[in-house]
């Protein structure tokens, strides 16, 4: 779909409308007006600072394709805003947590493994042609890079478009449809949070180990709370953003070592700069936080890494168009469909070993949306969880070339 030159292209200025907005969610959510709170209360603030931005792309007035912001956020913020949130992690806690959440991680990615083809059956059943094509063109084809950035991400997508031969218009298509598909399911994830407890009841859940880590952190929180100087904020900026450096230096040394010495390593991410870039910046805060830099967490550190998450997730909402819905509305249909047999898929499996909201959430996003979503569906519920998206996450990066191949294949058997 053609689009008109946006009104606003210099990042600047976008830069400065996302932070603005940022600041209206965040001042009208702590107000103490009885209408916002009654507004609150029902809509979560990570959705408006997530959907805002995207009717700014949507109306046309700026160009979230094309932007930077998301590159610089996601590039220079995300690893910063990771080590500052997992400075105070504590690993045995997150240990406590015990077998659910990689139950509901792996529930997940099986069911978009068959959610594929399911989904492709049930499509061809009704109208073959709307997932058939041949060659290059293969609707199969351009689903299977769906599936990898389901599973993975980014790089498993990329994977996927060359192991299968997709044309580069197909992949178009399915990059869209991956996109608005996804998000309108964090959208619903988000929402979600603001009954968690309901959604609790429902799986007759046990959410206390959950809530053991959460009290945790905050006890040591505020054990160590102080007012930060202003050597305090340059200390954590420093050490966020050194970090970040070190981990792009190490991501542009490993990465095209392993794709020139083990290129068979590909299918695992193990090539991909993004993927190095999250696990030595994960890796870095995990270490800290058996360091003396974990009092930090009580100037502020968690803060920091919040308003980081939420400019990312302004950058990412700006990418999201709800115009291209009319652009192949089967496609799109499909691949709602397909998300279905994901999400109904997780809560059988939840409802049957009562898990937590809070692990079927994450067990999805680290799949959909790896380390860019994990940690900010994981920190809307508190800063002191965004450790357990991340390191879920970094098992999607692992699988999501095998479990896309493996749906691929599956999609190809049932193709009209």
């Not at 830069?15 to 709170?37: E, M, Q, W, Y």
């Not at 945790?216 to 305090?232: H, V």
């Not at 997730?313 to 168009?321: N, P, S, Y």
Request: glycine letters at 10%; a neutral charge.
């Amino acid at each position: 779909m053609e689009h008109a030159t946006p009104l606003i292209t210099n990042d600047a200025v976008i830069f400065g409308l996302l932070l603005a907005i940022l600041a209206a969610v965040f001042h009208t959510s702590n107000s103490r007006n009885p209408k916002f709170k009654k507004f609150y209360s029902v809509v979560p603030m990570l959705l408006l600072c997530y959907f805002i931005p995207s009717l700014l792309n949507s109306l046309g007035l700026v160009d979230g394709e094309n932007s930077q912001l998301y590159f610089v956020a996601s590039r220079y913020l995300l690893p910063a805003c990771l080590v500052l949130l997992t400075l105070s992690v504590d690993l045995r806690e997150i240990a406590r947590l015990g077998f659910k959440p990689l139950v509901m991680f792996f529930t997940a990615t099986v069911g978009i493994i068959i959610g594929g083809p399911l989904a492709m059956l049930a499509a061809s059943a009704i109208n073959p042609d709307l997932v058939g094509g041949a060659g290059p063109e293969a609707v199969w084809r351009g689903m299977a890079t769906v599936a990898g950035s389901w599973i993975g991400g980014g790089a498993n997508q990329a994977a996927m478009k060359e192991v299968f031969d997709v044309s580069d218009d197909m992949f178009g298509i399915m990059v869209t449809v991956d996109i608005i598909v996804a998000e309108v399911w964090m959208a619903l994830l988000l929402i979600g949070i603001g009954k968690k407890d309901q959604l609790d009841q429902f799986f007759k859940a046990d959410s206390s180990s959950v809530t053991r880590l959460q009290q945790k952190m905050e006890t040591y929180g505020n054990s160590i709370a102080r007012n930060p100087s202003a050597t305090d904020l340059m200390v954590m900026l420093g050490i966020a953003f050194a970090a970040t450096g070190l981990s792009h230096f190490g991501a542009d040394l490993i990465a095209p070592a392993i794709n020139e010495h083990a290129p068979e390593l590909k299918k695992f991410s193990l090539t991909s700069k993004f993927f190095w870039l999250i696990v030595i910046a994960t890796t870095i805060g995990v270490i800290l936080s058996f360091t003396k830099a974990r009092n930090y967490e009580g100037a502020g550190a968690s803060k920091i890494g919040t308003i980081f998450i939420f400019i990312l997730v302004a950058t990412i909402g700006m990418k999201m168009d709800v115009r291209a819905l009319g652009d192949h509305p089967g496609l799109f249909a499909v691949g709602g469909l397909w998300m279905l047999i994901h999400i109904v898929l997780l809560v059988i499996v939840g409802k049957l070993i009562r898990a937590p909201y809070f692990f079927l959430a994450i067990g999805s996003k680290a799949n959909i949306g790896g380390a860019a979503s994990a940690p900010v569906l994981a920190a809307a519920f508190h800063p002191a969880l965004a450790p357990v998206g991340v390191l879920l996450a970094v098992f999607g990066y692992v699988l999501g070339t095998y479990g896309a191949w493996l749906c691929g294949l599956l999609m190809q058997t049932v193709a009209p």
